[in-house]
């Protein structure tokens, strides 16, 4: 299964509940923070909420 590099890019101070609990799902928390999670839809959907405060990569196994 594909992997994906998730980097923090934004601050999420001023964002909503919602955003602060995907980013801390993903195991994410400060800008320039970094982690490889696999593509899955669950993944995916945490993605959607917060796509403006990071980057996404995706990694070759």
């Known amino acids: 299964m594909a992997k994906l590099k998730i980097t923090q890019t934004r601050s999420k ?8 609990a995907a ?7 400060r800008i320039g923070k970094s982690t490889v999670r696999e593509d899955r839809p669950e993944v995916r959907g945490q993605l959607t909420i917060v796509s403006h405060l990071v980057t996404v990569e995706e990694v070759a196994e």
């Open 23 to 29: 980013l801390q799902s993903l195991g994410l928390g």
């Open 13 to 20: 101070i001023g964002g909503k509940k919602k955003q602060h």
